[in-house]
């Protein structure tokens, strides 16, 4: 690599985080509205432009900090986007970064330095996004549905456990697919993903509902 070339010059790093949450059956995202150019005025997803002296998850957690106040969460990496003209200002490559966060137990800021507004969003009716941000979140939906099949990423929703009822309408939710109950429950288990605590709750009127709670450590799988 030359670094003399101009043509490695004028290039930036934007590190972009969609958040989810499921409220009421809902699955919704974090969206927040640019204070600035380019795109001032529109809604966009949390992130910005990676400083040279941080690695990509701290300058992604900085940006989530920085525009929504949000500090605990989880985040995962899942895809890079280069089309050229993506940003009118220079060349900028943007790292896709995804995560779940229970919207109850988080105070989102709704005004920052370089934001007028942040507010959660359902998926199906998001506003036009400034950048390109509707590929971004478009992506970041899928490896969500792919994640919660194979992984325990949704543990963040129910720190303190969850019923299966519970646990299905947020399923149905993300993967906008309704189930059976039973065959549910039975794939749910099949899956390796929650155990029981041996403790029960009363869910929407119904007869009590065993509690489970997601494993710190699981297999891969995914039969759904």
């Known amino acids: 690599m030359d670094v003399k070339n101009k043509r490695y010059k004028g290039q930036g790093i934007h590190v972009i985080t969609a958040i989810f949450t499921v409220e009421q059956g809902i699955t919704k995202v974090l969206l927040i509205k640019r204070k600035n150019e380019p795109f001032l005025g529109d809604w966009v997803l949390t992130g910005g432009a990676l400083y040279n002296d941080e690695d990509l998850e701290d300058g992604a957690r900085r940006e989530i900090f920085d525009k929504t106040g949000i500090t605990d969460i989880d985040i995962t990496q899942f895809k890079t986007f280069g089309r050229v003209d993506r940003s009118p200002v220079m060349r900028m490559i943007a790292v896709g970064f995804f995560g779940v966060i229970d919207s109850k137990r988080v105070k989102v800021l709704r005004e920052t330095e370089s934001t007028t507004n942040a507010d959660w969003f359902p998926i199906d009716k998001i506003p036009?996004?400034?950048?390109?941000?509707?590929?971004?979140?478009?992506?970041?939906?899928?490896?969500?549905?792919?994640?919660?099949?194979?992984?325990?990423?949704?543990?963040?929703?129910?720190?303190?456990?969850?019923?299966?009822?519970?646990?299905?309408?947020?399923?149905?939710?993300?993967?906008?697919?309704?189930?059976?109950?039973?065959?549910?429950?039975?794939?749910m288990l099949s899956l390796n993903l929650i155990e029981d605590t041996n403790k029960s709750e009363q869910f929407e009127g119904n007869r009590p509902a065993k509690i489970y709670k997601f494993k710190k450590k699981i297999e891969d799988k995914n039969i759904f």
């Open 128 to 187: 036009p996004l400034g950048y390109d941000h509707e590929e971004i979140l478009t992506e970041a939906l899928k490896e969500l549905q792919k994640r919660i099949v194979n992984s325990n990423i949704l543990k963040s929703l129910f720190p303190d456990g969850v019923t299966m009822p519970e646990l299905q309408k947020v399923y149905e939710a993300i993967l906008n697919k309704k189930f059976d109950r039973r065959n549910f429950r039975k794939k």
